[in-house]
């Protein structure tokens, strides 16, 4: 399973960005789909995460300020980041969970997004 990420780059401190996540590969369904980050010298952390059923679940610190949403048709999630601060710089790492057509399950991340927030 191939995850393509994009929408990352420079923002100005209150900006927005959209990251996307396009899954491909032979894939019979997706169960759990979401972001990470990693800030320079820090642990990876959750950031949010959406399952099948649409129910999300977000990092405290990001509550009421990102938006997780997918669309199963298109294996592709959404990460709307609002009111950025430069503690959301970090590199965001995309991972979805499912099962292949053979049945096995897989896990996979994304290649990981530059999220620069800087005046």
């Known amino acids: 399973v191939h995850l393509a990420e994009s929408g990352g780059g420079l923002v100005q401190p209150g900006g927005s960005l959209r990251l996307s996540c396009t899954a491909s590969g032979s894939i019979f369904m997706i169960n759990d789909m979401g972001w990470y980050r990693q800030a320079l010298g820090q642990e990876r952390e959750l950031v949010a995460r959406?399952?099948?059923?649409?129910?999300?679940e977000y990092a405290d610190s990001v509550k009421g300020q990102f938006t997780i949403s997918r669309d199963s048709a298109l294996k592709t999630v959404y990460l709307q980041m609002n009111s950025l601060k430069s503690e959301d710089t970090a590199v965001y790492y995309c991972?979805?969970?499912?099962?292949?057509?053979?049945?096995?399950?897989?896990?996979?991340w994304g290649q990981g997004a530059q999220v620069t927030v800087s005046a």
């Open positions: 991972f979805v969970v499912g099962a292949y057509t053979d049945f096995r399950s897989f896990s996979s």
């Open positions: 959406i399952i099948t059923s649409g129910s999300s």
